[in-house]
């Protein structure tokens, strides 16, 4: 049997399941807020073209509206004006859309101090349990997060001093994106930095080194959970929006039972 017919036919089985790590998509889809004076994205909206009525006899469809960072999405290169001349979501190359994940939990953490981030010595004593992390492939940062995503406030999480939700540190989103091989982080936030990342120098590390670095980003990402520590393969492809700095994205990860 060929590499695909067997892949297939193990999807067919069940011996490979396909986990849907996305969102839904709808009005109720969380969205990040920033303070003024910052622009902002609008939710997600679909407007009726036709219903089977006058405007349209057999037939059903919508006009969609929404930013390009909306619910589950990926983060390109060119988002941040550290990679301001590089990759646009459209140049992402397809090979790079399916990639092995690695999944790091920080549940337990995040659920005492919404504040945690992920430092240096977490990623290497994960390294020391369970191997390097994947040449290539994707670091998912599980924290227990999309138990919130229902609700836009709890999802947010903010007070007057700004909204609190788990991150990375400074330090390791610097070495993240320079001294290791990933292609990119996956958290279940509502991006890829910590909510008080306002306040860090830089601010919004992960966003400021790992774009720099060329590396990308997936948020709100949801059923981590149900994938292994390691081993599984993720499938990424945002939409090829020419000039766009990211995309909604449908996140498929298949893993062997
Ligand atoms: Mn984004």
């Not at 999807?11 to 920033?34: F, H, K, N, W």
């Amino acid at each position: 049997m060929s590499i695909l017919q067997s892949l297939v036919e193990s999807v067919r089985s069940g011996a490979v399941e396909v986990v849907d790590l996305t969102a839904p998509l709808s009005e109720e889809t969380p969205i990040l807020q920033l303070p003024p004076p910052f622009g902002n994205t609008i939710p997600f909206r679909k407007d009726e073209i036709s219903r089977y009525d006058d405007r349209g006899p057999a037939w059903y469809w919508n006009d969609l509206h929404l930013g390009e960072h909306v619910g589950t999405h990926f983060d390109a290169p060119i988002h941040w004006v550290t990679a301001r001349d590089g990759q646009d979501v459209s140049q992402v190359p397809p090979r790079s859309l399916i990639a092995p994940a690695v999944v790091l939990d920080f549940t337990a953490e995040a659920g005492k101090d919404p504040d945690f981030l992920l430092r240096i010595e977490h990623v290497q004593e994960w390294e020391r349990a369970n191997g390097p992390l994947p040449e290539g492939g994707w670091l998912l940062y599980r924290t227990g997060w999309d138990s919130r995503a229902a609700d836009q406030a709890a999802f947010l999480n903010a007070d007057e001093t700004g909204p609190h939700t788990p991150g990375v540190s400074v330090e390791c989103a610097r070495w993240l994106a320079e001294q290791t091989p990933i292609l990119g982080i996956g958290v279940e936030t509502v991006g890829t930095d910590a909510g008080a990342a306002h306040s860090f120098d830089p601010a919004f590390p992960c966003h400021s080194f790992l774009l720099g670095a060329g590396k990308y980003g997936l948020t709100q990402l949801r059923n981590l959970d149900l994938l292994p520590v390691t081993g599984a393969v993720v499938v990424a492809p945002p939409l090829p929006i020419v000039g766009g700095s990211g995309s909604p994205v449908r996140v498929l990860a298949l893993v062997e039972r």
